[in-house]
């Protein structure tokens, strides 16, 4: 199993940067991918990017693109969102989860941050 903890959220205002962690433990090396989700009040959830933990692969969500960029530090066993220009309509909370290698769904969530943007 992978254990994965994010910290980092906040308030800030419309243009701000902030940056989130995901710390992950555990069965690290079955670990195919981590991604990052999010959920606005009164929505669904959100898949907002992800990365390939070997290969460092990622993918974003339109309205991410190019504000947003994730990575990771395998060292630390973290993966980062760096969250540039916020807007709004970005506040949510934010969830990292893990991807085992052969699954095809997230299975491994974390608690989230609450990343609150105002206007």
């Known amino acids: 199993q992978v254990q994965v903890t994010e910290s980092g959220g906040g308030l800030v205002q419309a243009g701000d940067s902030l940056r989130l962690s995901c710390a992950a433990s555990?069965?690290?090396?079955?670990?195919?991918?981590i991604g990052w989700f999010r959920q606005a009040p009164g929505k669904e959830r959100e898949l907002v990017a992800t990365?390939?933990?070997?290969?460092?692969?990622?993918w974003y969500t339109e309205s991410a693109r190019g504000r947003f960029t994730i990575s990771r530090d395998n060292p630390k066993n973290t993966v980062y969102l760096q969250m540039n220009s916020l807007k709004p309509e970005d506040t949510a909370v934010y969830y990292c989860?893990?991807?085992?290698w052969g699954r095809g769904t997230y299975d491994y969530w974390g608690q989230g941050t609450q990343v609150t943007v105002s206007s």
């Open positions: 990365i390939n933990w070997t290969a460092g692969d990622t």
């Open positions: 989860a893990a991807r085992a």
């Open positions: 555990g069965r690290i090396s079955s670990m195919y991918g």
